[in-house]
């Protein structure tokens, strides 16, 4: 069984660019949520999507917007960066949301 | 936003020494988690607690559900150097998709 696995690991971007992470969910899960973690935080949630719908968003601006595929995989985008977009991107995988979390290592993104 | 007070932000003890760190919220959770993250990592599971009132326990850690649902501890006993990390409670609403964390229990143990 495999886990979730996301790339790149780290990235560095400019701010106003455009930047896509990737996601890859444990076999066997259909829902996918993404959080970003800011040094020294817990992790705040973005959105969620659960069978390729959007099932849930938190307060982030529309520049945050996902995907997911028919295998349940995802995609976090983000335009036009900002400087405090500079955190960790945390990936987690569940089936049907209610069987608990497992989360992936993240992406750290820093924005210069 | 939900917020969830997690306390204490840090704690420094030595090998052996019992740990315990708790997590209250102004709202009702149906669904109580604690994780464990590592440097370079993602949020590891620990506990789940699904039912107010609750005691749950995997190995050395004990973990309880309030019955108010607004609260919820952690317990470590006799603690190792591998128990090192941030310890994050999460909560969970029914019908409810994301999880709302607190903001961390650092622990550093002395050998």
Known sequence: ?112 | GQQLNQSPQSMFIQEGEDVSMNCTSSSIFNTWLWYKQEPGEGPVLLIALYKAGELTSNGRLTAQFGITRKDSFLNISASIPSDVGIYFCAGQLGGAQKLVFGQGTRLTINP
């Not at chain 1, 455009?18 to 935080?41: E, P």
Request: hydrophobic fraction near 30%; include cysteine; glycine fraction near 10%.
């Open chain 1, 1 to 112: 069984e495999t886990g979730v696995t996301q790339s790149p690991t780290h990235l560095i971007k400019t701010r106003g660019q455009q930047v896509t992470l990737r996601c890859s969910s444990q076999s066997g899960h259909n829902t996918v949520s993404w959080y970003q973690q800011a040094l020294g935080q817990g992790p705040q949630f973005i959105f969620q999507y659960y069978r390729e719908e959007e099932n849930g968003r938190g307060n982030f601006p529309p520049r945050f917007s996902g995907l997911q595929f028919p295998n349940y995989s995802s995609e976090l985008n983000v335009n036009a960066l900002e400087l405090d977009d500079s955190a960790l991107y945390l990936c987690a995988s569940s089936l049907d949301s209610i069987y608990g979390y497992t989360f992936g290592s993240g992406t750290r993104l820093t924005v210069v």
